[in-house]
Protein backbone atom coordinates (compact mmCIF):
# COMPACT_ATOMS: atom_id res chain seq x y z
CA UNK A 1 0.00 0.00 0.00
CA UNK A 2 2.55 2.41 0.83
CA UNK A 3 4.33 2.21 -2.60
CA UNK A 4 0.64 2.74 -4.65
CA UNK A 5 0.04 5.82 -1.52
CA UNK A 6 1.85 8.52 -4.25
CA UNK A 7 0.52 7.56 -7.03
CA UNK A 8 -3.20 7.34 -5.19
CA UNK A 9 -2.72 10.99 -4.03
CA UNK A 10 -1.25 12.35 -7.39
CA UNK A 11 -4.13 10.76 -9.28
CA UNK A 12 -6.68 12.46 -6.92
CA UNK A 13 -4.92 16.00 -7.13
CA UNK A 14 -4.85 15.48 -11.19
CA UNK A 15 -8.87 14.21 -10.62
CA UNK A 16 -9.13 17.62 -8.40
CA UNK A 17 -7.61 19.33 -11.21
CA UNK A 18 -9.74 18.21 -13.88
CA UNK A 19 -12.66 18.80 -12.00
CA UNK A 20 -11.59 22.97 -12.10
CA UNK A 21 -10.66 22.71 -15.15
CA UNK A 22 -13.75 22.38 -17.18
CA UNK A 23 -14.91 25.21 -19.19
CA UNK A 24 -18.02 27.14 -19.43
CA UNK A 25 -20.66 26.61 -22.37
CA UNK A 26 -23.46 28.42 -23.36
CA UNK A 27 -27.15 27.17 -22.67
CA UNK A 28 -29.13 26.42 -25.42
CA UNK A 29 -31.72 29.40 -26.07
CA UNK A 30 -29.19 31.58 -24.17
CA UNK A 31 -27.08 34.59 -25.24
CA UNK A 32 -23.54 32.80 -26.50
CA UNK A 33 -21.68 34.82 -24.34
CA UNK A 34 -18.69 32.45 -24.25
CA UNK A 35 -18.20 33.08 -27.79
CA UNK A 36 -18.48 36.65 -27.11
CA UNK A 37 -15.43 36.50 -24.23
CA UNK A 38 -13.32 34.83 -27.32
CA UNK A 39 -13.39 38.13 -29.78
CA UNK A 40 -10.70 40.02 -30.00
CA UNK A 41 -10.29 43.51 -28.77
CA UNK A 42 -7.74 46.37 -28.88
CA UNK A 43 -7.47 47.94 -25.19
CA UNK A 44 -4.75 49.61 -23.41
CA UNK A 45 -1.89 48.60 -26.10
CA UNK A 46 -2.72 44.93 -26.40
CA UNK A 47 -4.63 42.89 -27.92
CA UNK A 48 -6.73 41.11 -25.64
CA UNK A 49 -10.74 38.83 -25.39
CA UNK A 50 -13.61 40.17 -24.04
CA UNK A 51 -13.53 37.84 -21.69
CA UNK A 52 -9.88 39.62 -20.04
CA UNK A 53 -11.64 43.06 -20.45
CA UNK A 54 -14.54 42.22 -18.62
CA UNK A 55 -12.43 40.58 -15.73
CA UNK A 56 -9.46 43.43 -15.39
CA UNK A 57 -12.34 46.19 -15.30
CA UNK A 58 -14.16 44.18 -12.52
CA UNK A 59 -10.92 43.89 -10.77
CA UNK A 60 -10.38 47.90 -10.86
CA UNK A 61 -14.07 49.01 -10.46
CA UNK A 62 -15.37 46.41 -7.66
CA UNK A 63 -12.20 44.63 -6.67
CA UNK A 64 -13.13 41.12 -7.74
CA UNK A 65 -13.88 39.11 -10.30
CA UNK A 66 -17.70 38.86 -10.00
CA UNK A 67 -20.49 40.22 -7.57
CA UNK A 68 -23.36 39.30 -5.86
CA UNK A 69 -26.75 40.77 -6.14
CA UNK A 70 -28.87 40.94 -3.25
CA UNK A 71 -30.92 38.00 -3.80
CA UNK A 72 -27.74 36.02 -3.93
CA UNK A 73 -27.26 35.18 -7.63
CA UNK A 74 -23.81 35.64 -9.01
CA UNK A 75 -22.79 37.62 -12.18
CA UNK A 76 -20.21 36.41 -14.10
CA UNK A 77 -17.77 39.11 -15.78
CA UNK A 78 -18.81 38.20 -18.94
CA UNK A 79 -22.50 38.74 -18.19
CA UNK A 80 -21.61 42.09 -16.53
CA UNK A 81 -19.70 43.42 -19.51
CA UNK A 82 -22.16 42.24 -21.72
CA UNK A 83 -25.43 44.19 -20.20
CA UNK A 84 -22.78 47.14 -19.51
CA UNK A 85 -22.17 47.39 -23.28
CA UNK A 86 -25.44 46.47 -24.47
CA UNK A 87 -28.40 47.01 -21.26
CA UNK A 88 -26.50 49.55 -19.73
CA UNK A 89 -29.70 50.68 -17.62
CA UNK A 90 -29.37 47.08 -16.49
CA UNK A 91 -25.56 47.25 -15.06
CA UNK A 92 -26.67 50.42 -13.70
CA UNK A 93 -28.77 48.58 -10.87
CA UNK A 94 -25.82 46.00 -10.06
CA UNK A 95 -23.96 46.81 -7.07
CA UNK A 96 -20.17 46.89 -9.27
CA UNK A 97 -18.70 49.77 -6.57
CA UNK A 98 -16.82 49.31 -3.77
CA UNK A 99 -16.46 51.77 -1.01
CA UNK A 100 -15.10 50.93 2.46
CA UNK A 101 -13.14 54.78 3.36
CA UNK A 102 -16.08 56.57 5.75
CA UNK A 103 -15.03 59.70 4.67
CA UNK A 104 -15.77 59.12 0.97
CA UNK A 105 -19.23 57.71 2.15
CA UNK A 106 -19.72 61.47 4.08
CA UNK A 107 -19.31 62.78 1.03
CA UNK A 108 -22.90 61.56 -0.16
CA UNK A 109 -23.98 62.07 3.45
CA UNK A 110 -24.05 58.06 3.72
CA UNK A 111 -23.82 56.48 7.07
CA UNK A 112 -21.13 54.10 7.32
CA UNK A 113 -22.98 50.37 7.35
CA UNK A 114 -22.04 46.25 6.37
CA UNK A 115 -23.17 47.43 2.76
CA UNK A 116 -19.91 47.76 0.77
CA UNK A 117 -21.01 47.59 -2.95
CA UNK A 118 -22.88 50.27 -4.57
CA UNK A 119 -24.67 51.18 -7.91
CA UNK A 120 -24.21 53.53 -10.65
CA UNK A 121 -28.01 54.71 -10.40
CA UNK A 122 -26.85 55.21 -6.29
CA UNK A 123 -23.85 57.08 -7.56
CA UNK A 124 -24.98 58.94 -10.46
CA UNK A 125 -26.35 61.81 -8.12
CA UNK A 126 -22.42 62.60 -6.89
CA UNK A 127 -20.78 62.27 -10.05
CA UNK A 128 -19.76 65.97 -10.02
CA UNK A 129 -18.74 65.87 -6.91
CA UNK A 130 -16.72 62.74 -7.36
CA UNK A 131 -14.81 63.85 -10.10
CA UNK A 132 -13.89 67.39 -8.35
CA UNK A 133 -12.82 65.81 -5.22
CA UNK A 134 -10.75 63.08 -7.80
CA UNK A 135 -9.01 65.14 -9.53
CA UNK A 136 -7.89 66.97 -6.65
CA UNK A 137 -6.47 63.71 -5.02
CA UNK A 138 -4.77 62.70 -8.24
CA UNK A 139 -2.39 65.87 -8.15
CA UNK A 140 -1.27 64.61 -4.84
CA UNK A 141 1.54 61.95 -5.25
CA UNK A 142 0.40 58.45 -4.05
CA UNK A 143 3.02 58.24 -1.49
CA UNK A 144 1.73 61.26 0.10
CA UNK A 145 -2.35 60.60 -0.38
CA UNK A 146 -4.56 60.20 2.47
CA UNK A 147 -6.61 57.23 3.08
CA UNK A 148 -9.88 59.45 2.31
CA UNK A 149 -8.09 60.72 -1.30
CA UNK A 150 -6.83 57.37 -2.25
CA UNK A 151 -10.63 56.23 -1.88
CA UNK A 152 -12.07 59.19 -3.52
CA UNK A 153 -9.22 58.92 -6.75
CA UNK A 154 -9.97 55.13 -6.85
CA UNK A 155 -13.50 55.79 -7.25
CA UNK A 156 -13.31 58.17 -9.49
CA UNK A 157 -11.29 56.01 -12.09
CA UNK A 158 -13.55 53.23 -11.69
CA UNK A 159 -16.64 55.42 -12.16
CA UNK A 160 -14.88 57.15 -15.60
CA UNK A 161 -14.07 53.39 -16.52
CA UNK A 162 -17.67 52.32 -16.34
CA UNK A 163 -18.43 55.36 -18.28
CA UNK A 164 -16.08 54.70 -21.14
CA UNK A 165 -17.03 51.44 -21.59
CA UNK A 166 -20.73 51.71 -21.37
CA UNK A 167 -20.36 54.15 -24.61
CA UNK A 168 -17.44 51.89 -26.67
CA UNK A 169 -19.82 49.69 -28.29
CA UNK A 170 -22.99 51.67 -28.57
CA UNK A 171 -24.38 54.97 -27.75
CA UNK A 172 -26.11 55.04 -24.30
CA UNK A 173 -30.24 55.37 -24.86
CA UNK A 174 -30.27 54.10 -28.66
CA UNK A 175 -32.31 51.47 -29.86
CA UNK A 176 -32.45 50.44 -32.88
CA UNK A 177 -28.30 51.77 -33.68
CA UNK A 178 -27.76 49.24 -36.48
CA UNK A 179 -31.17 50.89 -38.46
CA UNK A 180 -29.87 54.19 -37.34
CA UNK A 181 -26.54 53.97 -39.27
CA UNK A 182 -27.94 52.46 -42.36
CA UNK A 183 -29.65 55.54 -42.57
CA UNK A 184 -27.54 58.08 -41.62
CA UNK A 185 -24.84 56.54 -43.58
CA UNK A 186 -26.56 55.89 -46.88
CA UNK A 187 -27.39 59.41 -47.02
CA UNK A 188 -24.29 60.82 -46.13
CA UNK A 189 -22.81 60.84 -50.00
CA UNK A 190 -25.22 62.65 -51.62
CA UNK A 191 -25.64 65.51 -48.67
CA UNK A 192 -22.22 65.99 -48.37
CA UNK A 193 -22.20 66.50 -52.35
CA UNK A 194 -25.11 68.78 -52.39
CA UNK A 195 -23.67 70.80 -49.15
CA UNK A 196 -20.49 71.48 -51.32
CA UNK A 197 -22.59 72.09 -54.70
CA UNK A 198 -23.00 76.40 -54.55
CA UNK A 199 -26.14 75.41 -57.37
CA UNK A 200 -27.27 72.72 -54.94
CA UNK A 201 -31.04 75.51 -54.32
CA UNK A 202 -33.92 73.28 -53.45
CA UNK A 203 -31.98 70.09 -53.89
CA UNK A 204 -30.36 70.39 -50.17
CA UNK A 205 -32.35 69.10 -47.41
CA UNK A 206 -31.07 71.53 -44.49
CA UNK A 207 -32.75 68.94 -42.34
CA UNK A 208 -31.27 65.94 -42.83
CA UNK A 209 -28.00 67.65 -43.08
CA UNK A 210 -28.44 68.56 -39.67
CA UNK A 211 -29.86 65.09 -38.34
CA UNK A 212 -26.64 63.72 -40.43
CA UNK A 213 -24.23 66.76 -38.36
CA UNK A 214 -26.00 65.22 -35.08
CA UNK A 215 -24.59 61.51 -35.90
CA UNK A 216 -21.59 62.56 -36.66
CA UNK A 217 -21.49 64.38 -33.19
CA UNK A 218 -22.30 60.98 -31.64
CA UNK A 219 -19.81 59.12 -33.17
CA UNK A 220 -16.58 61.99 -32.22
CA UNK A 221 -18.34 61.54 -28.31
CA UNK A 222 -18.46 57.73 -28.53
CA UNK A 223 -14.41 57.95 -30.17
CA UNK A 224 -13.17 60.50 -27.74
CA UNK A 225 -14.94 58.05 -24.80
CA UNK A 226 -14.27 54.55 -26.26
CA UNK A 227 -11.39 52.47 -23.99
CA UNK A 228 -12.13 49.72 -26.78
CA UNK A 229 -11.27 49.20 -29.98
CA UNK A 230 -12.88 46.44 -31.39
CA UNK A 231 -12.48 46.94 -35.49
CA UNK A 232 -9.25 46.35 -37.01
CA UNK A 233 -8.14 48.35 -39.72
CA UNK A 234 -5.27 48.80 -42.35
CA UNK A 235 -4.35 45.51 -43.73
CA UNK A 236 -0.87 44.89 -44.31
CA UNK A 237 0.89 42.81 -46.96
CA UNK A 238 1.66 39.98 -44.38
CA UNK A 239 -2.29 39.51 -43.81
CA UNK A 240 -2.01 41.14 -40.15
CA UNK A 241 -3.83 44.35 -38.99
CA UNK A 242 -2.04 47.02 -38.03
CA UNK A 243 -4.32 49.36 -36.80
CA UNK A 244 -7.35 48.98 -34.74
CA UNK A 245 -9.84 51.72 -34.11
CA UNK A 246 -13.16 52.43 -32.02
CA UNK A 247 -16.33 52.21 -33.24
CA UNK A 248 -17.09 55.87 -33.06
CA UNK A 249 -14.42 56.54 -35.61
CA UNK A 250 -14.70 53.55 -38.13
CA UNK A 251 -18.17 55.81 -38.33
CA UNK A 252 -16.88 58.64 -38.86
CA UNK A 253 -14.15 57.24 -41.39
CA UNK A 254 -17.68 55.66 -43.45
CA UNK A 255 -19.63 58.79 -43.60
CA UNK A 256 -17.89 60.00 -46.85
CA UNK A 257 -18.23 56.12 -48.70
CA UNK A 258 -21.93 55.74 -47.06
CA UNK A 259 -20.93 51.93 -46.06
CA UNK A 260 -20.44 50.88 -42.43
CA UNK A 261 -17.33 48.80 -41.89
CA UNK A 262 -18.41 44.96 -41.49
CA UNK A 263 -17.23 44.70 -37.83
CA UNK A 264 -18.87 47.88 -36.97
CA UNK A 265 -22.17 47.06 -38.83
CA UNK A 266 -21.95 43.49 -36.74
CA UNK A 267 -20.97 45.01 -33.66
CA UNK A 268 -24.49 46.76 -34.18
CA UNK A 269 -26.41 43.98 -35.12
CA UNK A 270 -25.16 42.15 -32.13
CA UNK A 271 -25.86 45.10 -29.49
CA UNK A 272 -29.57 45.09 -30.90
CA UNK A 273 -30.81 41.71 -30.58
CA UNK A 274 -28.88 42.16 -27.22
CA UNK A 275 -30.64 45.17 -26.30
CA UNK A 276 -34.27 43.82 -27.50
CA UNK A 277 -33.62 40.05 -25.40
CA UNK A 278 -33.56 38.07 -28.96
CA UNK A 279 -30.76 35.69 -28.29
CA UNK A 280 -31.56 33.84 -31.48
CA UNK A 281 -30.53 36.75 -33.15
CA UNK A 282 -27.80 37.64 -31.04
CA UNK A 283 -26.12 34.29 -31.21
CA UNK A 284 -26.13 34.22 -35.21
CA UNK A 285 -24.64 37.91 -35.73
CA UNK A 286 -22.14 37.13 -33.09
CA UNK A 287 -21.50 33.60 -34.92
CA UNK A 288 -20.42 35.86 -37.99
CA UNK A 289 -18.11 38.37 -36.33
CA UNK A 290 -16.37 35.17 -35.26
CA UNK A 291 -16.10 33.69 -38.15
CA UNK A 292 -15.06 36.97 -39.79
CA UNK A 293 -12.52 37.30 -37.12
CA UNK A 294 -10.95 33.82 -37.46
CA UNK A 295 -10.62 34.75 -41.25
CA UNK A 296 -9.28 38.15 -41.36
CA UNK A 297 -7.08 38.38 -38.38
CA UNK A 298 -6.38 34.78 -37.63
CA UNK A 299 -3.16 35.43 -35.18
CA UNK A 300 -5.26 38.12 -33.04
CA UNK A 301 -8.33 35.33 -32.75
CA UNK A 302 -6.04 32.67 -31.70
CA UNK A 303 -4.68 34.50 -28.91
CA UNK A 304 -7.46 36.15 -27.91
CA UNK A 305 -8.87 32.25 -27.66
CA UNK A 306 -5.90 30.73 -25.80
CA UNK A 307 -6.21 33.82 -23.55
CA UNK A 308 -9.78 32.81 -22.99
CA UNK A 309 -8.88 29.31 -22.14
CA UNK A 310 -6.15 31.03 -19.92
CA UNK A 311 -8.23 32.67 -17.91
CA UNK A 312 -10.79 30.01 -17.28
CA UNK A 313 -8.32 27.46 -16.18
CA UNK A 314 -6.67 29.79 -13.67
CA UNK A 315 -3.17 27.82 -13.88
CA UNK A 316 -1.87 29.64 -11.11
CA UNK A 317 -5.22 29.16 -8.67
CA UNK A 318 -4.73 25.73 -9.44
CA UNK A 319 -0.48 25.78 -8.47
CA UNK A 320 -1.41 27.50 -5.13
CA UNK A 321 -3.65 24.17 -3.99
CA UNK A 322 -1.37 21.93 -4.91
CA UNK A 323 1.43 23.79 -3.08
CA UNK A 324 -0.58 23.80 0.00
CA UNK A 325 -1.43 19.79 -0.24
CA UNK A 326 2.41 19.57 -0.73
CA UNK A 327 3.39 20.82 2.30
CA UNK A 328 0.80 18.92 4.35
CA UNK A 329 2.78 16.30 3.00
CA UNK A 330 5.88 17.19 3.75
CA UNK A 331 4.89 17.90 7.68
CA UNK A 332 2.99 14.15 7.70
CA UNK A 333 6.39 12.38 6.28
CA UNK A 334 7.86 14.40 9.17
CA UNK A 335 5.81 13.57 12.43
CA UNK A 336 5.36 9.34 10.66
CA UNK A 337 8.93 9.54 8.76
CA UNK A 338 6.65 7.34 5.95
CA UNK A 339 8.79 7.80 3.08
CA UNK A 340 5.67 7.50 0.69
CA UNK A 341 4.53 10.62 2.25
CA UNK A 342 8.01 12.64 1.08
CA UNK A 343 7.64 10.47 -2.28
CA UNK A 344 4.16 11.83 -2.68
CA UNK A 345 4.95 15.12 -1.76
CA UNK A 346 7.48 15.60 -4.69
CA UNK A 347 4.74 14.18 -7.37
CA UNK A 348 2.48 16.69 -5.92
CA UNK A 349 5.14 19.53 -6.03
CA UNK A 350 6.11 18.04 -9.81
CA UNK A 351 2.88 18.46 -11.04
CA UNK A 352 2.37 21.55 -9.17
CA UNK A 353 5.57 22.65 -11.10
CA UNK A 354 4.40 21.36 -14.74
CA UNK A 355 0.92 23.77 -13.50
CA UNK A 356 3.17 26.82 -12.63
CA UNK A 357 5.22 26.23 -16.06
CA UNK A 358 2.38 25.85 -18.12
CA UNK A 359 1.14 29.45 -16.54
CA UNK A 360 4.19 31.17 -17.53
CA UNK A 361 4.30 30.05 -20.99
CA UNK A 362 1.28 30.96 -21.81
CA UNK A 363 1.73 34.51 -20.36
CA UNK A 364 4.93 34.67 -22.63
CA UNK A 365 3.15 33.42 -25.30
CA UNK A 366 0.49 35.78 -24.63
CA UNK A 367 2.91 38.91 -24.02
CA UNK A 368 5.44 37.71 -26.54
CA UNK A 369 8.18 38.59 -24.17
CA UNK A 370 10.55 37.20 -21.71
CA UNK A 371 8.63 35.63 -18.06
CA UNK A 372 9.76 39.21 -16.54
CA UNK A 373 7.90 42.35 -17.37
CA UNK A 374 6.63 43.55 -14.80
CA UNK A 375 5.96 43.23 -10.74
CA UNK A 376 3.50 40.87 -11.21
CA UNK A 377 5.20 38.64 -13.13
CA UNK A 378 8.56 39.11 -11.34
CA UNK A 379 6.50 37.28 -8.10
CA UNK A 380 5.05 34.19 -10.94
CA UNK A 381 8.89 33.56 -11.52
CA UNK A 382 10.28 34.28 -8.36
CA UNK A 383 8.15 31.43 -7.36
CA UNK A 384 8.68 29.07 -10.15
CA UNK A 385 12.75 29.18 -9.93
CA UNK A 386 12.18 29.14 -6.26
CA UNK A 387 10.07 25.41 -6.32
CA UNK A 388 12.78 24.37 -8.96
CA UNK A 389 16.01 24.94 -7.14
CA UNK A 390 13.85 23.42 -4.11
CA UNK A 391 13.28 20.18 -5.47
CA UNK A 392 16.91 20.66 -6.70
CA UNK A 393 17.43 20.70 -2.71
CA UNK A 394 15.18 17.87 -2.48
CA UNK A 395 17.27 15.21 -4.87
CA UNK A 396 20.36 15.45 -3.27
CA UNK A 397 19.26 16.10 0.48
CA UNK A 398 16.37 13.99 0.71
CA UNK A 399 15.03 15.21 4.13
CA UNK A 400 12.17 17.14 3.22
CA UNK A 401 13.65 20.81 4.02
CA UNK A 402 13.27 21.27 -0.19
CA UNK A 403 10.08 20.28 -1.11
CA UNK A 404 8.77 22.49 2.20
CA UNK A 405 10.37 25.16 1.33
CA UNK A 406 9.66 25.25 -2.43
CA UNK A 407 5.89 24.64 -1.44
CA UNK A 408 6.01 27.73 0.96
CA UNK A 409 7.60 29.89 -1.38
CA UNK A 410 5.98 29.13 -4.23
CA UNK A 411 2.13 29.49 -2.54
CA UNK A 412 3.29 32.87 -0.84
CA UNK A 413 4.97 34.31 -4.05
CA UNK A 414 1.27 33.30 -6.19
CA UNK A 415 -0.28 34.80 -2.99
CA UNK A 416 1.78 38.06 -3.92
CA UNK A 417 1.07 37.84 -7.53
CA UNK A 418 -2.86 37.37 -6.82
CA UNK A 419 -2.95 41.05 -4.81
CA UNK A 420 -0.74 42.65 -7.52
CA UNK A 421 -2.93 41.30 -10.18
CA UNK A 422 -6.15 43.41 -8.26
CA UNK A 423 -4.79 46.21 -10.13
CA UNK A 424 -6.20 45.45 -13.38
CA UNK A 425 -4.40 44.08 -16.74
CA UNK A 426 -0.90 41.65 -15.82
CA UNK A 427 0.00 41.12 -19.51
CA UNK A 428 0.24 45.52 -19.69
CA UNK A 429 2.40 46.89 -22.26
CA UNK A 430 5.86 46.93 -20.79
CA UNK A 431 7.60 50.03 -18.83
CA UNK A 432 9.84 51.59 -21.40
CA UNK A 433 12.50 51.10 -18.84
CA UNK A 434 11.95 47.14 -19.78
CA UNK A 435 11.40 47.43 -23.15
CA UNK A 436 13.89 45.22 -24.85
CA UNK A 437 14.04 41.95 -25.46
CA UNK A 438 17.35 40.45 -25.06
CA UNK A 439 18.17 42.32 -21.74
CA UNK A 440 14.74 41.12 -20.09
CA UNK A 441 16.02 37.55 -21.42
CA UNK A 442 19.24 38.11 -19.59
CA UNK A 443 19.44 41.05 -16.68
CA UNK A 444 16.21 41.49 -15.57
CA UNK A 445 16.21 37.28 -15.64
CA UNK A 446 19.17 36.47 -13.64
CA UNK A 447 18.28 39.26 -10.91
CA UNK A 448 15.05 37.60 -10.20
CA UNK A 449 16.89 34.23 -10.25
CA UNK A 450 19.18 35.63 -7.55
CA UNK A 451 16.34 36.89 -6.00
CA UNK A 452 14.45 33.92 -5.46
CA UNK A 453 17.48 31.91 -4.62
CA UNK A 454 18.16 34.76 -1.42
CA UNK A 455 14.82 34.00 -0.61
CA UNK A 456 15.02 30.43 -0.73
CA UNK A 457 18.54 30.69 1.27
CA UNK A 458 15.70 32.70 3.69
CA UNK A 459 13.89 29.83 3.85
CA UNK A 460 16.27 27.69 4.78
CA UNK A 461 17.30 29.91 7.98
CA UNK A 462 13.76 30.58 8.87
CA UNK A 463 13.08 26.73 9.04
CA UNK A 464 16.31 26.53 11.40
CA UNK A 465 15.92 29.15 14.05
CA UNK A 466 11.85 28.13 14.17
CA UNK A 467 13.10 24.26 14.59
CA UNK A 468 15.99 25.07 16.79
CA UNK A 469 14.29 27.57 19.42
CA UNK A 470 11.00 26.18 19.27
CA UNK A 471 11.20 22.53 18.87
CA UNK A 472 13.41 19.99 19.76
CA UNK A 473 13.61 18.63 16.19
CA UNK A 474 16.95 20.36 14.84
CA UNK A 475 19.40 17.95 15.65
CA UNK A 476 22.93 18.19 14.99
CA UNK A 477 22.40 16.66 11.56
CA UNK A 478 19.89 18.46 10.56
CA UNK A 479 21.39 21.59 11.61
CA UNK A 480 24.61 20.97 9.35
CA UNK A 481 21.97 19.62 6.64
CA UNK A 482 20.56 23.21 6.77
CA UNK A 483 23.69 25.28 6.53
CA UNK A 484 25.04 23.18 3.84
CA UNK A 485 22.04 24.08 2.04
CA UNK A 486 21.80 27.45 2.68
CA UNK A 487 25.48 27.94 1.68
CA UNK A 488 25.18 26.66 -1.40
CA UNK A 489 21.94 28.36 -2.46
CA UNK A 490 23.90 31.64 -1.45
CA UNK A 491 26.39 30.52 -3.52
CA UNK A 492 24.06 30.17 -6.42
CA UNK A 493 22.10 33.91 -5.42
CA UNK A 494 25.87 35.57 -5.88
CA UNK A 495 26.40 34.16 -9.27
CA UNK A 496 23.25 35.25 -10.57
CA UNK A 497 22.86 38.46 -8.66
CA UNK A 498 26.63 39.83 -9.91
CA UNK A 499 26.34 38.83 -13.61
CA UNK A 500 22.34 39.99 -13.28
CA UNK A 501 23.90 43.25 -12.25
CA UNK A 502 27.03 43.81 -14.40
CA UNK A 503 24.10 42.85 -17.79
CA UNK A 504 22.31 45.67 -16.20
CA UNK A 505 24.73 48.12 -16.31
CA UNK A 506 25.60 47.18 -19.67
CA UNK A 507 22.21 47.63 -20.62
CA UNK A 508 22.02 50.79 -18.90
CA UNK A 509 25.41 52.35 -20.64
CA UNK A 510 23.41 51.22 -24.11
CA UNK A 511 19.99 52.58 -23.50
CA UNK A 512 20.82 55.39 -20.93
CA UNK A 513 24.61 56.00 -21.43
CA UNK A 514 26.00 55.29 -18.29
CA UNK A 515 27.00 52.19 -16.94
CA UNK A 516 26.14 53.51 -13.44
CA UNK A 517 23.74 55.45 -11.93
CA UNK A 518 23.26 55.15 -8.50
CA UNK A 519 19.54 54.38 -8.93
CA UNK A 520 17.83 52.90 -6.13
CA UNK A 521 17.02 49.80 -8.12
CA UNK A 522 20.70 49.80 -8.99
CA UNK A 523 21.41 50.12 -5.15
CA UNK A 524 19.47 47.33 -4.43
CA UNK A 525 21.11 45.00 -6.72
CA UNK A 526 24.55 46.00 -5.55
CA UNK A 527 23.45 46.19 -2.17
CA UNK A 528 22.46 42.22 -2.36
CA UNK A 529 25.81 41.18 -4.27
CA UNK A 530 27.52 43.12 -1.40
CA UNK A 531 25.90 40.66 1.37
CA UNK A 532 25.98 37.58 -0.33
CA UNK A 533 30.16 38.23 -0.61
CA UNK A 534 30.07 39.49 2.80
CA UNK A 535 28.23 36.00 3.98
CA UNK A 536 30.57 33.84 2.14
CA UNK A 537 33.47 35.85 3.02
CA UNK A 538 32.47 35.55 6.98
CA UNK A 539 31.65 32.22 6.07
CA UNK A 540 35.06 31.11 4.60
CA UNK A 541 37.19 33.06 6.72
CA UNK A 542 35.84 31.47 9.89
CA UNK A 543 33.94 34.79 11.47
CA UNK A 544 30.69 32.95 11.38
CA UNK A 545 29.65 29.28 12.15
CA UNK A 546 25.51 27.87 11.36
CA UNK A 547 24.08 29.90 13.23
CA UNK A 548 25.79 33.70 12.15
CA UNK A 549 25.32 31.36 8.24
CA UNK A 550 21.90 31.64 9.07
CA UNK A 551 21.27 34.78 10.86
CA UNK A 552 23.21 36.57 7.90
CA UNK A 553 20.90 34.76 5.33
CA UNK A 554 17.53 36.15 7.57
CA UNK A 555 19.17 39.90 6.91
CA UNK A 556 19.65 38.77 3.13
CA UNK A 557 15.56 38.17 3.11
CA UNK A 558 15.26 42.43 4.44
CA UNK A 559 18.01 43.42 1.51
CA UNK A 560 16.12 41.33 -1.31
CA UNK A 561 12.55 41.96 -0.47
CA UNK A 562 13.54 46.01 0.09
CA UNK A 563 15.35 45.35 -3.60
CA UNK A 564 12.43 44.01 -5.02
CA UNK A 565 9.54 46.17 -3.41
CA UNK A 566 11.14 48.96 -1.52
CA UNK A 567 12.60 50.53 -4.14
CA UNK A 568 9.19 51.03 -5.81
CA UNK A 569 8.02 52.32 -2.62
CA UNK A 570 10.54 55.45 -2.58
CA UNK A 571 8.74 56.55 -6.28
CA UNK A 572 12.17 57.82 -7.44
CA UNK A 573 14.35 56.56 -9.76
CA UNK A 574 14.10 55.46 -13.37
CA UNK A 575 12.70 52.19 -11.70
CA UNK A 576 10.25 53.40 -9.46
CA UNK A 577 6.96 51.46 -11.10
CA UNK A 578 4.48 49.49 -9.66
CA UNK A 579 3.96 51.66 -6.51
CA UNK A 580 0.90 49.85 -4.50
CA UNK A 581 0.18 51.88 -1.13
CA UNK A 582 -1.27 48.44 0.39
CA UNK A 583 2.35 46.59 0.27
CA UNK A 584 4.19 49.33 1.99
CA UNK A 585 2.62 48.29 5.40
CA UNK A 586 3.10 44.08 4.14
CA UNK A 587 6.69 44.98 3.36
CA UNK A 588 7.49 46.78 6.56
CA UNK A 589 6.32 44.15 8.34
CA UNK A 590 7.75 41.11 6.47
CA UNK A 591 10.88 42.82 6.88
CA UNK A 592 10.35 43.77 11.33
CA UNK A 593 9.72 39.87 11.34
CA UNK A 594 12.61 38.85 9.57
CA UNK A 595 14.83 41.37 12.42
CA UNK A 596 12.66 40.29 14.88
CA UNK A 597 13.83 35.90 14.32
CA UNK A 598 17.68 37.39 13.92
CA UNK A 599 17.06 38.65 17.59
CA UNK A 600 15.49 35.45 18.59
CA UNK A 601 18.67 33.67 17.03
CA UNK A 602 20.73 35.65 18.58
CA UNK A 603 19.86 34.07 21.99
CA UNK A 604 22.08 31.96 23.68
CA UNK A 605 21.83 28.12 23.03
CA UNK A 606 21.38 27.05 26.05
CA UNK A 607 17.80 28.96 25.53
CA UNK A 608 17.32 26.88 22.55
CA UNK A 609 14.96 23.57 23.03
CA UNK A 610 17.66 21.98 20.45
CA UNK A 611 20.30 22.50 21.78
CA UNK A 612 22.50 22.94 24.84
CA UNK A 613 24.75 25.79 25.66
CA UNK A 614 27.62 23.24 25.02
CA UNK A 615 27.26 23.15 21.59
CA UNK A 616 29.05 26.87 20.95
CA UNK A 617 27.77 29.20 18.29
Known amino acids: MKNFLPRIIAGIAILWLGSNCRL ?61 LFKPSVADRYPSFVINNPEVLGLFGWQQSTKRYFSFSELDPFLEKIDTQGQVAESIPSATRTPYQTGIRNLRTALLLYQRLKTSLRPEGVQDFADGI ?86 ALIGDAYHAGNPSLFNQNLGDLSRWMKAHEPTAYAKATY ?39 IWILLLSLAIHTLGLISRMYLQGRPPVTNLYSSAIFIGWATVL ?69 GMLAILYVIRGVFTRSLSRDAAQSLARMAYGVICFATLFSFVGTVLGGIWADQSWGRFWGWDPKENGALLIVLWCAITLHARLGGYIRERGL ?44 QLALMAIASMPFDRWKSFRASNGG
Not at 44 to 72: H, W
Request: net charge negative.
Open 389 to 457: IGLLLERIFRDGIGAACASVIGFTTLIIAHHLAASGDTLEMLQAVLDTNIWLATHVVCITIGYSAMFLA
Open 550 to 593: MIMALFGNVITSFSWFGVNMLGVGLHSYGFMNKAVPWLAAFMIS
Open 24 to 84: PTSAAGDDDLVTFGKIPVLSDGRIKPFDTVARNSLLIIRGKQSLRLEDGRIVEPMQWLADL
Open 307 to 345: EYFFNQLAPFYQAMGLYVLAFLLVCAFWLSENPSLRRAA
Open 182 to 267: DASLQAAPKLLEAKGNPTKGKNFDQQAFDDLSQFETMCRNMASLACLLPVPTQLSAIGNHEEWISIGTSLLQSIPTGKPDPVTAAY
